[in-house]
């Protein structure tokens, strides 16, 4: 699990294109996925707070902090641009972030409710992906989408690194070796 700071270090153009989608109208805000305790998905729209240290969200007491309290897994996704279906995706593993300080710098930074009944959660990056998608003129009124994808894995972890970026309509993700 590398923080978002080990990622954003390893590949910083990933990095900044998955931060400038995350943060494209202002503060933060994606669509956070967390497992149900019955082991389904629950998503809700939330404001995450990226840094140079770490990519983190505030998260109210809801079913969805007591998902990421009881498992941590998560999936965070852009919300959509206007201009185009450009994408970011991260996925890892949340974890309460404990120390006062840092706690008290982000609730500052990204003026957190001082009196709300919130948790501030770290997100490792597992998985990082990026899609583009150039609009190109296919026929006479048509337009085609050719996206370019750049998926981004832990290499810490067992699969080796992919970074390439390749169209999605080939149906496969080239990796190369960590």
Do not use: N
Request: glycine share 6%.
């Amino acid at each position: 699990m590398a923080s978002w700071s080990e990622f954003a270090a390893d590949e910083p153009r990933l990095a900044d294109g998955i931060r400038l989608l995350m943060q494209q109208y202002g503060p933060g805000f994606g669509y956070l996925a967390t497992v149900r305790a019955d082991g389904g998905p629950r998503v809700h729209p939330v404001s995450p707070v990226i840094t140079d240290d770490g990519l983190y969200c505030f998260v109210i007491d809801s079913p969805k902090r007591r998902d990421l309290e009881r498992d941590g897994r998560y999936a965070l996704h852009s919300f959509p641009p206007e201009e185009s279906d450009d994408e970011a995706y991260v996925a890892g593993r949340a974890r309460p972030v404990t120390d006062d300080a840092t706690v008290a710098r982000l609730a500052f930074a990204a003026r957190a409710a001082p009196h709300a009944d919130w948790r501030l959660f770290e997100f490792t990056v597992d998985v990082a992906m990026l899609a583009r998608r150039e609009q190109a003129v296919a026929g006479p009124s048509e337009l085609a989408s050719h996206p370019a994808v750049q998926v981004w894995l832990d290499p810490a972890g067992a699969t080796p690194q992919a970074t390439r970026p390749v169209p999605a309509s080939s149906g496969r993700h080239h990796r190369r070796a960590a």
